[in-house]
């Protein structure tokens, strides 16, 4: 039996490991809306799934639960296809807890559909302008510096570049998992940014992740500088123009300016750059100088 038509998820992604950071991630574009929601599955010190074309979105939980139990990528894509009559209609790409990468394309997928797995990795992508695609997602992978998610995304960037889905592009998705990483280390769900719907997917995937570093990434060796002289007279005057501070001018490191710089830190939802010395992080300073610009608009 065909699948129905209104499952198919003709995409391009990549599974993706840092065996330094120990992070797992998923990284896709497709002309399809919300392929956020169906494509990416990824578990901390377990694994990471994409599933697509006729998506079967049991693969995620399934194959997860699998990977949890020491299969390796190979065999959990054995264990998943072996029951499913519809498997040549099917496309998954699996990365294990050991950073081994496998990837399925079955005989039923529109082409140009297929994949590469290596170490780290797998690619796959369907109903794609042609196989540069999928072999642009590999060599950006592999040659690209950065942490996971800057590679994953610029992986997709080269790919669509390289000649995408043939079908136009409409929706992207990036997830990342690692121990404690999401928000206040309550959660693996590091990152997970999603584009429904938009012109560009990709381009907007990567402004909403160069936000996500600004807000929620710890603050970097060296980005530090000392708040005092004439730079506590600038922070107080933009604090003190967008309300968060109504003490005075002054290079007095006080209560009341610490209080004000705090509301300013939470408010803005700097809480991951939050600090109680007289530090500042420089990203957090050019956001501060940037907000008295518009405050002056």
Sequence with gaps: MIPNKDHLVATFSIVGYDPEAKEWGVA?????????????????????????????TSFGPEGLKLLEEGLS?????????????????????????????????????????????????????????????????????????????????????????????SRGKQSAALLVVKDKGGYGGFNDRYIDLRVDDHVEPIKELKR?????????????????VKIEGELILEIKEVLKKTGYFDGEIDEKFDDQFKDGLKRFYLTENFDERYREDDNIDIEVLAFLRELAKKSEE
């Excluded at 956020?36 to 377990?46: E, S, Y």
């Excluded at 394309?105 to 042609?130: D, H, P, R």
């Excluded at 909403?208 to 060296?222: E, I, N, Q, R």
């Design 208 to 224: 909403l992740l160069d936000l996500y570093k600004l807000y929620f990434y710890k603050t970097k060796p060296g980005n530090l």
């Design 73 to 165: 990528a190979e065999k959990v894509l054995e264990k998943l296809l072996e029951n499913d009559e519809q498997r040549e209609y099917r496309q998954v790409g699996i990365v294990d807890a050991k950073g081994k990468g496998a990837t399925f394309t079955g005989k039923e997928c529109f082409n140009w559909a297929g994949g590469i797995g290596g170490e780290n990795f797998a690619c796959q992508g369907n109903i794609l302008v042609n196989p540069e695609t999928v072999e642009a997602l590999a060599d950006t992978f592999k040659n690209t510096k950065g942490d996971l998610a800057e590679r994953l995304v610029a992986a997709l960037d080269r790919a669509q570049s390289a000649g995408g889905d």
């Design 28 to 56: 896709v574009q497709s002309k399809f809306l919300g392929v956020g929601a169906l494509v990416p599955w990824a578990k901390a010190g377990v694994g990471a799934i994409a599933t697509q074309s006729w998506c079967n």
